[in-house]
């Protein structure tokens, strides 16, 4: 090495019994142990799609990582009801049933989709942008507000869905 020591930061694992989630004015708040409170925290899940129960990484107000719980059913029932909420508020994602059309638009592509929640309409930059695959067979789809839309299982698209997707892919 070049005498520069690398940092490397390591994983802080919350222990979920000295954790106490609450909520006061709408804002979500932890109590760690007997030591330490935020006024505000934050929860993320490092692997939304993939391991969505698992490895949620909680940040305080200034989005420092507090730690990581490694299973959400390891917290109380009430501690587990208040962190799934506020995931579900986050991570509030369409899942693309079918796709009815997609055209291009000044440079963009305009979208309609039929998903679990109705019809949407919205646009995109760039399919190499905006189309991700995490896995073989699923898609997420950003566009260009940031809100995503998810196909787990893209082989189950009805054959028209399927075609239009393929384009730009």
């Avoid at 899940?45 to 949620?56: A, E, K, Q, V």
């Amino acid at each position: 090495m070049d005498g520069k020591e690398s940092q490397q930061s390591e994983i802080v694992w919350l222990n979920p019994s000295d954790l106490r989630f609450f909520r006061h004015n709408g804002v979500l708040r932890l109590t760690v142990g007997d030591d330490r409170s935020y006024w505000k925290v934050q929860v993320y899940r490092c692997f939304p799609l993939t391991d969505p129960d698992r490895y949620i990484s909680v940040r305080d107000a200034a989005n420092n990582e507090i730690g990581v719980l490694y299973e959400l059913r390891a917290l109380t029932p009430e501690n587990q009801q208040l962190v799934w909420e506020e995931l579900q508020r986050r991570y509030l994602v369409p899942i693309v049933r079918r796709i009815l059309s997609v055209q291009e638009w000044h440079g963009l592509l305009a979208w309609e989709v039929e998903t679990d929640r109705g019809r949407h309409r919205f646009l995109t930059r760039a399919p190499q942008e905006s189309i991700e695959q995490p896995e073989p067979h699923c898609c997420v789809i950003a566009d260009v507000d940031g809100n995503r839309y998810y196909l787990p299982d893209i082989t189950h698209l009805d054959p028209i869905s399927f075609a239009i997707l393929r384009r730009f892919l």
